[in-house]
């Protein structure tokens, strides 16, 4: 299910929570909303408040912290290319396919996650192809040195290609990873249940109940950068291209 499907659902269970409430404050017998029971739920929704404001705080900052993550290892992915791509210039003429290769490869990998066309959407299940890389890999390993210098420069270019195919695979399971479904469900229900109280509480007039909404709106606009910032590659949140699209004018030279 997609981010703005699960807000959806999540903003509506908050306003169906606020109209009961509101209707069940004029349906309740009156000594079920005199001033002790008042101060009750109160009560009760300030540890609600509480509650929410502490687990959507540490998800918070998970996410962002997730997204800063995937965004590095882009970055130092970036690095290794560019280092690899120098190694294999000093190698000589006989590695120029291979650097053609790599730089082919990595624009094919901008373009699955950062699709130029706007209609288009990242595709990441084939970024778990590393087939591109695996054969830059294969090239590299059939270089013959012919001098020591030789020797050390393929040597070390295998060292990175293979921490390039690392850092591409430590992608797609970072990719993976999501808010499990029975914490979204308790989420939304602890949220429903503090806007009944909310309801309960809130005088009938258009001013309490645009702040409630409002409220709402809020609410549902911090759950879904949560739920994008746990999806850095895709979505409407993701990571910056930039490492990568500087790595493409500088790689091939």
Same mark, same amino acid.
């Given at each position: 299910?997609?981010?703005?499907?699960?807000?959806?659902?999540?903003?509506?269970?908050?306003?169906?929570?606020?109209?009961?409430?509101?209707?069940? $404050?004029?349906?309740?017998?009156?000594? *079920?909303?005199? +001033?002790?029971?008042?101060?009750?739920?109160?009560?009760?929704?300030?540890?609600?408040?509480?509650?929410?404001?502490?687990?959507?705080?540490?998800?918070?900052?998970?996410?962002?912290?997730?997204?800063?993550?995937?965004?590095? @290892?882009?970055? *130092?992915?970036?690095?290794?290319?560019?280092?690899?791509?120098?190694?294999?210039?000093?190698?000589?003429? /006989?590695?120029?396919?291979?650097?053609?290769?790599?730089? $082919?490869?990595?624009?094919?990998?901008?373009?699955?996650?950062?699709? /130029?066309?706007?209609?288009? *959407?990242?595709?990441?299940?084939?970024?778990?192809?590393?087939?591109?890389?695996?054969?830059?890999?294969? /090239?590299? $390993?059939? %270089?013959?040195?012919? +001098?020591?210098?030789?020797?050390?420069?393929?040597?070390?270019?295998?060292?990175?290609?293979?921490?390039?195919?690392?850092?591409?695979?430590?992608?797609?399971?970072? @990719?993976?990873?999501?808010?499990?479904?029975?914490? %979204?469900?308790?989420?939304?229900?602890?949220?429903?249940?503090?806007?009944?109280?909310?309801?309960?509480?809130?005088?009938? +007039?258009?001013?309490?109940?645009?702040?409630?909404?409002?409220?709402?709106?809020?609410? @549902?606009?911090?759950?879904?950068?949560?739920? /994008?910032?746990?999806?850095?590659?895709?979505?409407?949140?993701?990571?910056?291209?930039?490492?990568?699209?500087?790595?493409?004018?500088?790689?091939?030279?």
């Amino acid at each position: 299910m997609s981010s703005l499907a699960i807000v959806y659902i999540i903003f509506a269970c908050m306003l169906g929570g606020l109209l009961f409430g509101l209707r069940l $404050r004029h349906v309740l017998p009156e000594h *079920h909303t005199r +001033n002790d029971s008042k101060d009750l739920v109160k009560t009760s929704a300030g540890m609600m408040v509480m509650l929410v404001a502490l687990i959507v705080g540490l998800l918070v900052s998970s996410a962002k912290k997730s997204f800063d993550m995937t965004n590095a @290892s882009i970055a *130092h992915m970036g690095a290794k290319i560019i280092t690899l791509d120098h190694f294999l210039s000093r190698y000589g003429s /006989e590695a120029k396919g291979v650097r053609v290769h790599l730089r $082919r490869t990595v624009a094919a990998g901008v373009e699955r996650i950062w699709p /130029e066309v706007s209609t288009q *959407h990242a595709d990441l299940t084939k970024s778990e192809d590393t087939t591109g890389v695996d054969e830059v890999y294969d /090239e590299i $390993r059939r %270089l013959s040195p012919q +001098n020591a210098s030789q020797q050390y420069l393929k040597s070390q270019a295998l060292q990175l290609g293979a921490e390039v195919m690392q850092s591409q695979w430590m992608l797609v399971e970072e @990719s993976q990873t999501s808010l499990p479904t029975i914490f %979204l469900v308790a989420l939304t229900f602890w949220l429903t249940v503090l806007f009944v109280h909310f309801g309960l509480l809130a005088p009938r +007039n258009l001013t309490a109940i645009l702040a409630l909404f409002v409220c709402a709106v809020s609410m @549902s606009g911090a759950i879904f950068l949560i739920l /994008e910032l746990t999806h850095p590659l895709e979505g409407a949140i993701k990571v910056s291209s930039a490492p990568l699209v500087k790595t493409l004018s500088v790689i091939g030279r």
